[in-house]
């Protein structure tokens, strides 16, 4: 039996790929590219949070959600440490996003500007994100699908955290809940659109599919996640922005509005409110943050 027919042996009877494992050079770079790309979104998300910390409206509302960024940050950790086994270092993961060649999630490109905003952020970002990486647990290569174990335990907390606050803005005064509606506006497309293209515009799907790197098409999990949400959204007397929105006896599930696809790739190249913003913080944050790298590298070489 070839190399490659023990891996697609493994990949049929759902036998994790290990590191050390022997694996095609495109299932390989693959990985690399959607994990690094996932890694930085998780560290890139923490910057429309970090924007409302000295601004939450009580304590308990501001360590909440310096816990939840702190959990980003983690999930970024493990992350790069999966990725890392796939022969790149963080170093180069890391010049990548700097020099922009590798993408993280469009959602963190658009501005967070109001308290409900990280209600919207929380049920919306990290509900579409959940239902994304429940699938990615069933992932071929074993580092990425444990890593989604852990993730998606700390990414429930996230949701609930949002739909807290985005309930109880709901349920306040006039001004809160027009505040809550607003986020819930400019929000809920973009969330949508975390999902990538269509199944028929997607054009890493074919192989993603074929080597089990993707379970479910981008299109199957945009569907689960409006299913979920809309219900959530009637509960708090919230409308989801969508004069389409219409359930479906049939299918038993939502149809639902055009998504506005020019949106899409002009925050995907760079083009969105916030790229420039993100990407130059991120640059800053890793310069002012050399010494501690630095600093930590010496204390592991002492010790070891
Ligand atoms: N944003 O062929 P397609 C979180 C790109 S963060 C930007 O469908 P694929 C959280 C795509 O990369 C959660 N780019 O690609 C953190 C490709 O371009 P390239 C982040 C996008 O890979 C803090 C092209 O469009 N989750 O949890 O099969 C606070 C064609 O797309 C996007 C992940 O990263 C997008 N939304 O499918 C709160 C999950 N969509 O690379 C929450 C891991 C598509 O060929 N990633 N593109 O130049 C995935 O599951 C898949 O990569 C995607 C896209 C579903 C995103």
Redesign the pocket.
Known sequence: MSDLDKFLEKIKNNVKIEPKDWMPDGYRK?LQ???S??AH??I???Q??GNWITRAPSLRAKVILLA?IQD?AG?GQYLYSAAETLGKSRDEYIHELQTRKA??????NYPTLTWADMGA??WL??G???V??VS?QKTSYGPYSRAMVR?CKE?SF?QRQGYEIMSQMAFGTAEQKEMAQDALNRFWWPSI?????HDA?????GD?MKWGI?VES?DE?RQRFIDKTVQQAEIIGLTIPDPDLKWNEEKGSYDFGKMDWDE?WQ??KGNGPCNDQRINHHIKAHEEGTWVREAAIAYAKKNN
């Open positions: 693959h590219r959607q994990m790309q996932h979104s998780e890139i998300g923490m429309p949070e939840k980003e999930h993408k993280y999630s469009s959602i963190f952020v929380g970002v990290d579409a994100a959940i994304n990486q990615l993730i990414e996230h659109m975390m999902f990538g293209p515009d997607s054009a890493r799907s993603a993707k981008n999990l899409f925050v995907v």
